[in-house]
């Protein structure tokens, strides 16, 4: 069965703290994907990756980074947090088919 | 640019049948998908539309004209579990990892 895991459901950070979100799928995937999910707005693409080591940035990547040390692992990371940067982040990895799965999400909340 | 715009929420009843309408204008086309997403979880895949048609899935129906940029989602027999957000998503974009763009999501509520 697809899995696609990540680290934390919840999360609470103190501005200006650095933050690490991490996701690991166990299905080879070459293609890996940050969405951060807002009301009103949808899910936007932060960061992918199409590889080890390989990183794009997307859609809004200001305030993060990304790191693809290994193929199934593909983490985000919160330079800084900001109050703006509270919400919730979905990591998901692509098939040769074009479905993307998603992990649960991670609901953070920066103070 | 970029655009995706579906109802932000719908209310139907159980046992009936419902159609989230989903229009799209974008730069590429290369197919349309349906997820569905319960409060607090992961979206999870309902349809992926390539070609125009009708694609039906058990209760689950999704339609697509390219020519018209415009696809639905049809329910039957609605159940309380059907209360979710429906997102609509545009892609695969390839020259960008294989994205998907999003629209906003419609919320659905089943009542009794």
């Known amino acids: 069965d697809v899995k696609v895991t990540q680290s934390s459901r919840y999360l609470v950070k103190r501005t200006g703290e650095k933050v690490f979100l991490e996701c690991v799928q166990d299905m080879d995937h070459e293609n890996m994907f940050w969405y951060r999910q807002d009301p009103g707005l949808g899910l936007r693409l932060i960061y992918f990756?199409?590889?080890?080591?390989?990183?794009e940035k997307g859609d809004i990547p200001e305030g993060y980074s990304v790191s693809r040390e290994k193929k199934e692992r593909f983490s985000l990371i919160l330079e800084s947090a900001s109050t703006n940067q509270t919400s919730m982040y979905l990591c998901?990895?692509?098939?040769?088919?074009?479905?993307?799965?998603f992990g649960p999400g991670t609901r953070l909340t920066v103070l | 640019g970029q655009n995706i715009d579906q109802p932000t929420e719908m209310t139907a009843t159980e046992g009936a049948i419902v159609q989230i309408n989903c229009t799209y204008q974008t730069s590429g086309f290369n197919g349309l998908f349906w997820y569905q997403q319960h409060a607090g979880e992961a979206p999870t895949f309902l349809s992926y539309n390539v070609l125009d048609g009708l694609e039906e899935k058990g209760r689950f129906s999704s339609f697509l004209s390219r020519s018209k940029g415009y696809s639905y989602l049809l329910l039957k027999e609605l159940q309380m579990k059907d209360s979710a957000s429906y997102l609509c998503a545009v892609g695969p974009v390839y020259n960008q990892g294989g994205k998907l763009i999003f629209g906003q999501g419609t919320e659905l509520s089943v009542k009794p």
């Open positions: 998901a990895s692509r098939t040769m088919g074009n479905e993307q799965f």
């Open positions: 990756s199409y590889d080890v080591k390989m990183k």
